[in-house]
């Protein structure tokens, strides 16, 4: 009767075994995972050349009234493709520049929002930089909590899709100089 | 009393001896040959049951002899005794070495069955670090705009020809966004796409 015992027992002591010494290598915890850039990072070089960059933000108003698209938006590849071509009408509603700076720079939007544009940081090549931008509600209540983009001056990002007036609002974001 | 039970008395010799004479003058011929069969039957029985009956004998006598064997070691004294106890031991510990190598069998299994279940295990892997940025995939908007995903990170990597603004992060909030890049000549442009209310931005059937 022992015997049989220690035959039922022995398998699940030297089946512990492993287990135990895998204790000392227990799957440790995960290390946090890498903390995004903090946006918030100071450029301590304050370049010269700062003050002199800008975002330009082009409003436009896109909708399907049959009007084609405003000369004065200019040469504009995107608005020809999908999925901005299902609309066949874009209007230049403003063309506004915001001087781009670590302090908030805010602008109204048509539709009653308020966008907001900061600069995050200039990266080491003077060419690239990260800024960002928030629309928030006439309200208070924040639409577009945050968008951060690293862009090279003359490169532009789009944020379209706001409810406009039987269409919708494409906003063109233009660093410049 | 019947008379073929006076007759089977009569022939085991169980009767008294005023009862046999008495029987024995009533008999008829007939009875008397029936005892006289009877006589015959007992004789080739006895004679044929004769070596079992030597056989039972001999095995109770090789009992007999075996119990007053062991009296006489128990009556030896104990420096007598001391090999006929280790040789008794020989017979014992059989059972004991079966049961020992039984438990070793087992040990030897679990052991193996240890080894088998520690290799088969997965060497644990350093984890991956999560990733910070995602690609932006496909330049066109599917029609329902995908979950909104806070801090989602979408970044153009400059390896892929002409190097173009990246969405580092976004955070659509409550309303649904999505994420894509737009051929725009020889570069293309990120675009933020958001879904707004009540009049959602529409993206008509391409």
């Keep these: ?177 | 009393m019947t008379r073929s039970r006076e007759l089977m008395l009569l022939h085991d010799q169980e009767l008294s001896a005023e009862e046999a004479l008495d029987i024995e003058a009533s008999l008829s011929d007939e009875e008397r040959e029936l005892l006289a069969g009877l006589e015959q039957v007992g004789d080739f029985v006895r004679a044929a049951d004769q070596e079992k009956v030597d056989a039972f004998s001999g095995v109770a006598d090789s009992v007999m002899a075996a119990i007053e064997a062991d009296t006489a070691r128990a009556a030896e004294p104990p420096g007598l005794r001391m090999p006929k106890l280790e040789a008794a031991n020989d017979q014992v510990p059989v059972r004991a070495r079966r049961n020992s190598n039984v438990v070793w069998v087992g040990v030897g299994l679990a052991a193996a069955a240890a080894a088998a279940v520690w290799i088969s295990t997965p060497a644990r892997e350093p984890p991956a670090p999560l990733p910070v940025a995602a690609p932006v995939a496909t330049p066109v908007p599917s029609a329902t705009a995908p979950e909104p995903a806070p801090e989602l990170a979408a970044e153009a990597t400059e390896d892929d020809g002409a190097p173009a603004a990246s969405i580092e992060a976004v955070d659509f909030g409550n309303q649904p966004g999505s994420i894509f890049m737009v051929p725009a000549g020889e570069e293309t442009t990120p675009v933020v796409w958001l879904v707004d209310e009540p009049a959602a931005g529409r993206i008509e059937p391409l």
């Design chain 1, 1 to 177: 009767m022992r015997a049989r015992a220690l035959f039922l027992v022995a398998p699940l002591l030297l089946l512990s075994l492993p287990a135990a010494a895998g204790d000392d290598n227990a799957p440790q915890k995960a290390p946090a995972p890498a903390k995004p850039k903090d946006p918030k990072a100071k450029d301590d070089k304050k370049p010269a050349a700062e003050s002199e960059l800008a975002t330009e933000v082009i409003v436009l108003h896109a909708t399907n009234s049959g009007k084609g698209i405003d000369s004065r938006i200019g040469n504009m590849p995107e608005l020809k493709k999908p999925p901005f071509s299902s609309y066949d009408s874009y209007e230049l509603l403003s063309k506004t520049r915001l001087p781009l700076s670590k302090d908030d720079k805010t602008m109204n939007l048509p539709n009653g929002r308020v966008l907001k544009t900061k600069l995050l940081e200039v990266m080491p090549d003077k060419e690239h930089l990260r800024i960002s931008a928030s629309i928030n509600q006439p309200r208070g209540k924040t639409f577009l909590p945050l968008l951060e983009v690293k862009a090279k001056v003359g490169q532009s990002f789009i944020v379209a899709g706001q409810s406009y007036r039987r269409g919708i609002l494409v906003l063109v974001f233009r660093v410049v100089k």
